[in-house]
């Protein structure tokens, strides 16, 4: 990211360069179009008046052009001056990335080219239509002739339909949608239709005594939440003894906050994610993300097997050379080490669970067996290898 920012700060000097330049020139132009127009009114008057031209107005025709040569002079030395500040972008660009960023890897750790372009594409396709640019996810599809099933789009769809509407401060489409997802979204725990309840009670509580009752008879709908939301409730109850004398003035002034709708969306995009089987953030931009801060680790390892000569090193499709750390934030599965072998367990050499509970790789297993027997490296139990569990993150 340092790279980055190398190159962001080249570029916000052109732009400023640009910015103040744009803004001279146009300055400069005017102020000349203001003396020259004034000059010609002075030609025009002696022409009218059929007097000879005079010295005055001779020496001030030939300052005004010399002042436009000046102007123009100036202007071309400045303009000039942006175009070395461009090339700096660009040396920037070059300096601070490497341009072979394909050669980290070589060819036989990916699958087919035909293969990695449409994993690709769909990758797009799906980070596009998370995002909302449904219209775009469609042109995609047709130019890249991918073909993206009825079923895959459904829920993006009802996701975007619904977070538009939310967008615009309409509740109804999420409503509806959390009531008829309502027991899936208590097995997850989710206060999202309490929350969806809670904002639309506000919006009466904002209309003033005229929606008082409104807003009592529809507190009946937090009757379900009472045991789990009873604070929050309170509190809503109680701002009605502020009503008429404004909301905004009372202690619970809080309660008419915009965040609330910057909240209520990021809750429903993270639980509808979940019902639907979806990440919150697209596989696209995670990965984008995670390449980031795996690349320079990546390049230095590139580099240092060319320099070692041991091209070898590095030949399987599903694992990398070294481990490289992303951050908590990119931790989505349990991984186990072996502590026998320090390698990392895979579908071919899963972990197994010995009878003693201590675990390690099937490959560790198969070379502790001896005469039949296993015994176990960290304690005195000998067991049967074959009592062995495989077991699954």
């Not at 790279?3 to 910015?19: G, I, M, P």
């Not at 072996?338 to 197994?352: E, V, Y």
Request: glycine residues 4%; charged residues 20%; contains cysteine.
């Amino acid at each position: 990211m340092e790279q980055c920012a190398c190159v962001e700060r080249e570029l916000d000097k052109v732009l400023h360069k640009f910015l103040t330049y744009g803004q001279h020139c146009e300055q400069s132009l005017e102020e000349l179009l203001h003396y020259v127009g004034q000059l010609r009114a002075e030609l025009a008057s002696a022409a009218l008046q059929g007097t000879p031209l005079s010295a005055t107005l001779s020496l001030v025709m030939s300052q005004c052009c010399r002042k436009i040569k000046d102007t123009v002079q100036k202007l071309a030395s400045d303009h000039k001056d942006i175009h070395s500040s461009v090339s700096r972008v660009g040396k920037a660009i070059d300096r601070n990335f490497d341009s072979e960023i394909c050669g980290v890897v070589s060819d036989a750790v990916w699958d087919s080219r035909e293969k990695q372009q449409q994993i690709l594409q769909m990758a797009i396709v799906e980070h596009l239509y998370q995002q909302g640019m449904l219209s775009v996810a469609e042109e995609l599809c047709q130019e890249s002739t991918l073909n993206v099933d009825v079923d895959f789009k459904q829920p993006f769809l009802e996701l975007n339909r619904i977070l538009e509407a939310l967008h615009e401060q309409d509740l109804g489409p999420a409503l509806e949608w959390a009531v008829s997802h309502r027991q899936r979204l208590l097995e997850l725990n989710s206060s999202l239709e309490f929350k969806l309840h809670r904002l639309h009670f506000i919006r009466l509580l904002a209309g003033g005594p005229e929606k008082q009752l409104e807003a009592l008879s529809y507190a009946r709908h937090f009757q379900p939440f009472a045991r789990l939301h009873q604070r929050e409730i309170q509190v809503m109850m109680g701002s009605l003894v502020y009503l008429r004398l404004g909301l905004e003035k009372s202690p619970y002034c809080h309660l008419l906050d915009n965040s609330h709708w910057a909240e209520i969306c990021e809750t429903f995009t993270r639980d509808a994610c979940s019902l639907l089987g979806l990440s919150v953030e697209s596989p696209l931009s995670v990965s984008f993300a995670s390449g980031c801060v795996a690349l320079p680790v990546l390049m230095n390892i590139k580099a240092v097997i060319e320099q070692r000569q041991c091209t070898g090193v590095w030949s399987h499709k599903d694992e990398l050379p070294i481990e490289i750390e992303l951050g908590m934030k990119c931790w989505y599965h349990s991984v186990f080490a072996c502590p026998i072998l320090r390698q990392q367990t895979s579908d071919s050499n899963p972990p197994i669970k010995l009878i003693c509970g201590h675990v390690i790789s099937r490959d560790a297993l198969n070379k502790l067996i001896n005469g039949g027997k296993l015994k176990c490296p960290y304690c005195p139990m000998e067991q049967n290898p074959a009592d062995g569990k495989r077991i699954i993150f």
